[in-house]
């Protein structure tokens, strides 16, 4: 597992892209919003990403749904065995 400051910096990288992220991207982000929030104490997830990544909660939790559904299209088109 990544540490705290290299999910940040992967994090970084992905969000300064801006309006010209793709649907990948974000999903990504959103994935590595996920890894921040499980490596981060209980409740400290929220306000570090907006203190500190300066990523608005509202933005971060868009990326997390987008991770989540972007998951579940990849497992329903993985093939049954």
Same mark, same amino acid.
């Given at each position: 597992m990544a540490t705290i400051p290299e999910i940040e910096a992967r994090i970084h990288a992905r969000w300064t892209?801006? %309006? &010209?992220?793709?649907?990948? %991207? &974000?999903?990504?982000?959103g994935r590595l919003l996920t890894a921040l929030e499980a490596e981060q104490p209980p409740g400290d997830c929220s306000t570090h990403v907006l203190e500190v990544l300066h990523i608005p909660a509202r933005d971060a939790q868009r990326f997390m749904q987008q991770a989540r559904e972007a998951q579940g299209a990849d497992c329903r088109s993985a093939p049954e065995g």
């Open positions: 892209t801006g %309006e &010209a992220r793709t649907r990948e %991207e &974000a999903a990504e982000l």
